[in-house]
């Protein structure tokens, strides 16, 4: 922080400092229940997430047991070609997405120039 944001910064807590010293105790006890509360809130795990695994479990078992009809020779007609899934689930696929733009340009570039170099 630069000289300026640093007395902006310590005159904003001067400011709430001398607000707060005028909050009758009311309000202060008010105030403190609240902190206390929302603290307690946080602390609290949330378990929100465990009444959608019983929906989870069913739409796994639904998955696997489409794959498993359908048989393992069917994967291409899914709509992927498993070279482009083997390509998606490699460690280098992330950096592939990074560079995305280019990929795309490139595969245009291919299909305008036919092939042809130089």
């Known amino acids: 922080m630069n000289k300026t944001e640093e007395q902006l910064a310590h005159d904003a807590k001067e400011a709430f400092d001398r607000s707060v010293d005028r909050l009758d105790a009311a309000t202060l ?3 403190n229940r609240s902190r206390q509360a929302a603290l307690a809130e946080v602390a609290r795990p949330n378990r929100e997430w465990l009444r959608w695994m ?3 479990g069913v ?3 639904v998955l696997l047991a489409v794959v498993v009809l359908r048989g393992a020779g069917d994967i291409n007609s899914i ?8 390509i998606l689930l490699s460690e280098e696929s992330i950096e592939m997405l990074e560079e995305l733009e280019f990929y795309s340009w490139l595969d245009t570039q291919e299909l305008e120039g036919d092939g042809d170099v130089g």
């Open 59 to 61: 739409a796994a078992a």
């Open 54 to 56: 019983p929906a989870t």
């Open 29 to 31: 006890s008010r105030l």
């Open 79 to 86: 709509g992927a070609p498993v070279a482009d899934l083997d």
